[in-house]
């Protein structure tokens, strides 16, 4: 990859003398969806699929950009003293918002670079290429300008930059996933205080398989920020009857006690998915930790069915993947992973069934839905590297 990587950016910005070659991974959930912005848990881990960068400072002020996924758009010009978000500017906000994070917190280029991108990660699939790009550019401002940053600040400005310049309300997960993964590991964190530790992840004969809709979706333009907005309207209802900070603080029980201080039935979905998904997801870790995948798989399965009844934020694409990979023989768990709106699932899946369940899901969801669906059979990979 870096010969690919450095023979293009050659070809496109005229030569690579004193470029470097950086990478950063994707991420899958497995479980603990839509709590990261409400101070519950989640557990997701970062790839061995992701994206990679070369990377040069240049002797004046400008930001050329040029991503090998986007060839049609070209160089996409820019400078450090327009830091702003824009339309035209396509995805070069990502890491012009980064480059603008840094700024804000004192970090300030002097001078401006050639940046060229190469994701494996299919674009707008929900195992966040968007996350990867935005770790990625500060992991290279990190190594180019030598700014004294930790990964875990490569994660908060990550999420900064997304929330505050590309007008994405996320949370934390995506970036903390990328920027903190470790080989074979997933993060249990708490997003209420950001502690985390690290589980393996060893699934003995199964592997974790991601089936990608291929329904296209933006964070920006879905309801994502509705449905977070939904939580913190639920969560001010209930603080009238219950002082609380976050609906993760609640345990099931506790909330099926307040629960009607919530003036819609709606909104008392959305909250009790909240609750209950920051349940799931500690028992998840624990029955990891006993090596008891079948109940790992039990509550991954369950975790789909609340983001479909309750959350809804699943849909006919995600929802047809999961029924048919359910109906598969040596399938332990199977649910949508993200944001959700299209975008992926995630299932795992006994070594000797993979075949089958590519074959399978493959077929019934080109039939049902009319058109493909794309298969991955993921490893767990480290965070950012310089290669
Ligand atoms: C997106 C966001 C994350 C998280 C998930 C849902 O991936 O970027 O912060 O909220 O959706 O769990």
Redesign the pocket.
């Known amino acids: 990859m870096k010969e690919k990587i450095l023979a293009k950016f050659a070809e496109v910005f005229g030569d690579n003398e004193g470029a470097a070659c950086f990478f950063a991974p994707g991420r899958v ?1 497995l479980i ?6 409400n101070g519950g848990h ?1 557990f997701p881990c970062a790839l061995t699929i992701g994206t990679y960068g070369v990377a040069r400072k240049r002797k004046d002020r400008k930001l050329r950009f040029f991503s090998m996924n986007f060839e049609p758009l070209g160089i996409i010009e820019s400078s450090i003293d327009d830091l702003t978000p824009r339309k035209e500017a396509g995805w070069t906000n990502y890491p012009k918002g980064v480059m603008w994070a840094f700024k804000e917190r004192g970090m300030e280029m002097d001078c401006g670079m050639d940046i060229l991108l190469n994701g494996t990660i299919p674009n707008g699939s ?1 195992l ?1 290429s ?2 990867s790009v935005e770790v990625l550019t500060g992991h290279i401002l990190r190594e180019l300008f030598d700014f004294s940053v930790s990964n875990q600040d490569l994660a908060l400005i990550g ?1 900064y930059s ?1 929330n505050h310049f590309n007008g ?1 309300n ?6 903390f996933a990328i920027a903190m993964g470790k080989e074979n590991m997933a993060i249990f964190l708490d997003t209420a205080d950001l502690s985390y530790t690290y589980a393996p992840v060893a699934l003995k004969g199964a592997k974790i398989v991601i089936a990608c809709s291929n329904k296209k979706r933006g ?1 920006g333009d879905s309801k ?1 920020n509705e449905r ?1 907005r939904e939580c913190e309207e639920a969560l001010a209802e209930i603080q009238k009857v219950r002082n609380i900070q976050t609906l993760g603080e609640l345990s099931g029980e506790e909330f099926e006690a307040v629960k009607d201080a919530i003036g819609s039935d709606i909104r008392k979905r959305r909250a009790k998915h909240a609750v209950y998904e920051n349940e799931r997801t500690v028992k998840a870790v624990e029955a990891l930790k006993n090596n008891d995948i079948l109940r790992f798989g039990q509550l991954m399965n369950a975790s789909h069915d609340s983001l479909r009844d309750d959350y809804e ?1 699943t849909g006919r694409e995600l929802d047809t993947l999961v029924e048919e990979a359910r109906k598969v023989e040596g399938v332990i768990g199977s649910r949508m ?4 709106f299209g975008g992926c699932t995630v299932s795992i899946v006994k070594d000797e069934a993979i075949d089958r369940f590519i074959e399978e899901v493959g077929k019934n969801y080109l039939e049902r839905i009319g058109y493909k669906a794309d298969f991955y059979v993921v490893e767990i990979g480290g965070g950012p590297v310089t290669l």
């Not at 603990?32 to 912005?37: A, I, L, Q």
């Not at 996320?170 to 970036?175: A, H, L, T, V």
């Not at 992973?337 to 959700?340: E, F, L, P, R």
């Open positions: 959930n603990g969806e839509h709590t990261d912005y989640v929900g966040s968007s996350a999420q997304e994405v996320c949370g934390i997960m995506d970036q964070l994502y977070r934020v992973t993200g944001a959700g």
